[in-house]
């Protein structure tokens, strides 16, 4: 019963830290959108998509106006987004994503993981050719009455992949240039998205036994745990 009871415990501190994770991930795209288009939800896409993903994952209101307040505070006044490229052991292709005030701290911890794990940073844009960016939508799947439908009406709008994900939402893809076409298109449905942000997604992979990924797995674990982490992408099959 005890066992049990362990069992619980230690997968409801996971779903919290995960979810703390996400509140100040979020905080962090708010502050950046009101600095960089102000801080009305009406005259800012930037932000008005950020408002979102922070209602998709429960995050509350009250939390979500501290953010937009703290957008002028002098404490985030120096916050910047910086991207770092490198190689996990086994070759394996990693781009983090960074949104920090104190970048000297952040490339030394950055560098810190890489190197521990047996990886190594590269220059900017040394992964251009691994990664493409791609608009990508997470919808609840009763929100979409006819699927044929809906998936037939996106195509004209930049389609590029439709799926579902492991906890059942589906999951739309357009190209990075048709994402504002795309977000516009999913609206006129009167559909909400869960989440709507640009990724990296990988164009070449590499192939691992289970002992090796384990360790990148490992590294990447390690590296979003950092606070000034936004998002870690890898290219591990």
Same mark, same amino acid.
């Given at each position: 019963m005890g066992r049990i009871f362990e069992v619980r415990k230690s997968t409801m501190f996971a779903r919290w830290d995960k979810m703390a994770k996400q509140f100040t991930r979020i905080g962090k795209d708010i502050v950046l959108a009101v600095k960089q288009g102000g801080p009305l939800p009406e005259n800012n896409p930037a932000l008005r998509r950020c408002i979102l993903n922070a209602k998709g994952v429960n995050m509350p209101k009250d939390r979500i106006e501290a953010a937009i307040k703290r957008a002028t505070d002098k404490n985030t006044a120096n916050l910047e987004e910086i991207t770092y490229e490198g190689y996990g052991p086994f070759g394996a292709a990693i781009v983090v994503e960074t949104a920090t005030d104190n970048p000297t701290r952040t490339v030394a911890n950055i560098r810190m993981y890489f190197t521990r794990a047996g990886g190594s940073l590269t220059t900017s844009g040394s992964?251009?050719? =691994?990664?493409? *960016?791609?608009?990508? +939508?997470? %919808?609840?799947?009763?929100?979409?009455? #006819?699927?044929?439908?809906?998936?037939?009406?996106?195509?004209?709008?930049?389609?590029?992949?439709?799926?579902?994900?492991?906890?059942?939402?589906?999951? =739309?893809?357009? *190209?990075?240039?048709? +994402?504002? %076409?795309?977000?516009?298109?999913?609206? #006129?449905?009167?559909?909400?998205?869960?989440?709507?942000?640009?990724?990296?997604?990988?164009?070449?992979?590499?192939?691992?036994?289970?002992?090796?990924?384990?360790?990148?797995?490992?590294?990447?674990?390690? %590296?979003e745990q950092d606070e000034d982490v936004q998002k870690v992408y890898h290219n591990l099959a």
């Open positions: 992964m251009n050719y =691994v990664f493409e *960016s791609l608009g990508e +939508f997470h %919808i609840k799947k009763e929100d979409v009455k #006819n699927e044929e439908e809906f998936e037939f009406q996106l195509i004209d709008h930049g389609l590029t992949e439709i799926g579902e994900n492991s906890e059942g939402n589906l999951v =739309v893809r357009c *190209s990075f240039t048709s +994402f504002g %076409i795309m977000s516009d298109a999913i609206s #006129n449905y009167n559909i909400t998205p869960i989440s709507s942000e640009v990724i990296r997604h990988p164009l070449t992979f590499v192939n691992l036994d289970e002992a090796q990924a384990k360790q990148i797995l490992e590294l990447v674990d390690k %590296i």
